[in-house]
């Protein structure tokens, strides 16, 4: 089994914390000990020994206007204008190009070919195997215009979602609306590439606008069922069913605040919850096929707001030992923890 984790800010904590990646999580802990930082979970061994084959590794930064204040040694990188956006989201996607050049343990998904050679590689000893990253845009502000996006293609990125808050292609978390004149073309440019298109925190009316015209790939890379956590930012049984009527596949963010209602800081949520979500959308849709991780893992959160026995990343296997418990079957059980994103990239990436 490989594991697939659909969404990972990795870029934005070495922007935001100075991590570097290559690290052990653990290690970061121990450096941050007494600062008062969410407790870092990210980190290339840890991920490597659970078997975290493929990750969704984003370009984020948020809207000034958002005032998405963290405590973090460095400023978290924000935006006035699309330029700005532009800048920043290069900036982390250099970070990335950096660690695939610097450590053979990294490989940038760009083609069919880098896929199937991180998959081969985890038939092979420890030392030889390979986590590939795939370049996920959260938020469609750093495309300057929808033509513009064949550049950012050219450089590797392979699924964009419009929103995070509203952008100037669609309405998102908090900022209700549609698609915009400028998002309907883009999703014309996107499909053109054959990109994978990120559903999650769309508003619903984009979802939908969304799902009715695009024509390629769909995912909501991390988003919840609205039964755990009803708000906007979620997913409604309608939205889960619509995507799942176009093949998609969501990813289940294991943060407490969006696998329960009643949680607050200082309470443990057993992992079951994790597994509660996962069969919601299994039951919703009548199979394993359109659910999967979008962990988020240290995207402004820590391992203390995380269901119990979740540490680092290198934990997201024990989802797949409770699903084994529940009766599912092992091939549910890879679709669930990792298949069901790889056919989306396997449908999606050029050859070479």
């Given at each position: ?105 990294i ?19 420890m030392g ?39 952008t ?83 990813g ?12 607050s ?7 079951t ?7 919601h959308v299994?039951?919703?849709t ?67």
């Amino acid at each position: 089994m490989i594991i697939v984790d659909a969404h990972q800010d990795i870029a934005w904590n070495t922007a935001c914390y100075g991590r570097d990646y290559r690290t052990s999580a653990i290690i970061h802990r121990e450096n941050e000990i007494g600062r008062g930082y969410p407790k870092p979970m990210l980190g290339l061994p840890d991920a490597m020994l659970g078997r975290v084959g493929i990750i969704f590794s984003t370009l984020f930064s948020a809207p000034k206007r958002a005032n998405f204040s963290l405590s973090t040694p460095n400023p978290a990188p924000e935006y006035a204008d699309a330029q700005e956006a532009y800048q920043q989201a290069g900036a982390q996607l250099d970070y990335y190009e950096r660690l695939a050049d610097e450590d053979e343990r990294i490989k940038l998904v760009n083609t069919q070919a880098d896929l199937r050679g991180v998959m081969e590689s985890w038939d092979k000893p420890m030392g030889e195997r390979k986590q590939g990253l795939v370049v996920l845009m959260e938020g469609a502000d750093p495309i300057l215009e929808p033509r513009q996006f064949e550049e950012w293609y050219e450089r590797g990125v392979r699924i964009v979602g419009t929103s995070w808050r509203s952008t100037r292609y669609a309405g998102g978390t908090g900022e209700p609306g549609g698609l915009t004149k400028l998002g309907y073309e883009l999703l014309e440019i996107l499909a053109s590439f054959n990109t994978i298109l990120d559903l999650s925190h769309m508003a619903e009316q984009a979802f939908n606008e969304a799902v009715e015209r695009y024509e390629g790939v769909l995912i909501a890379s991390h988003s919840n069922p609205r039964k755990f956590r009803s708000s906007d930012r979620h997913l409604s049984d309608d939205m889960i069913r619509r995507l799942a009527d176009r093949d998609g596949v969501m990813g289940i963010v294991l943060y407490n605040a969006f696998l329960s209602e009643k949680w607050s800081k200082g309470r443990v949520l057993p992992l079951t919850i994790v597994a509660d979500a996962i069969d919601h959308v299994c039951q919703l849709t009548g199979s394993a096929r359109h659910v999967g991780i979008g962990s988020d893992f240290d995207g402004g959160f820590g391992a203390n707001e995380t269901p119990d026995g979740l540490e680092t990343a290198g934990d997201l296997y024990l989802i797949a030992d409770i699903l084994r418990e529940r009766g599912y079957a092992d091939n549910d059980i890879d679709a669930i923890m990792g298949e069901n994103f790889i056919r989306q990239l396997k449908a999606t990436l050029p050859a070479n």
